[in-house]
């Protein structure tokens, strides 16, 4: 469980870098919105884990890719915008959150089921 450090690091990295993305993630991926649905930060705040969600992108491992190519980049504007909250800033470790992808496998699975007919129940005595 993270501590409540943890958690307010990782609240104004994940502001910080929505803001990034927002005016600078033209020039990473054209025709893209990238979303930041996470941060999860060490305890020793030396690593942040970023999740990201690309909009209007059908090859999400390719953007992945491309993001973690800017990685020191984009570290290095996070840096000029935290630099007098933070001792360090953090390495920028970014991931694929395929959280929406899997909500909308279980939505057609639930979907399957409650299309079949029922069986009734057969109760033997």
Known sequence: M???RQQKFAGVIQEDLATIFQREGMNYLPNTLITITKVRVTPDLAIA????SFL???NVQTALHTIKSHA???RYKLGARIKDQVRIIPQL???VDDT????ERMDKIFDKISKEERQ???EEN
Do not use: A, Q
């Open 100 to 103: 929406s992808e899997y909500v």
């Open 56 to 58: 209007g992108n059908p």
């Open 2 to 4: 993270e501590s409540k």
């Open 49 to 52: 884990r970023i999740f990201l």
């Open 93 to 95: 470790e970014f991931f």
């Open 72 to 74: 020191s980049e984009i």
């Open 120 to 122: 009734p129940d057969t």
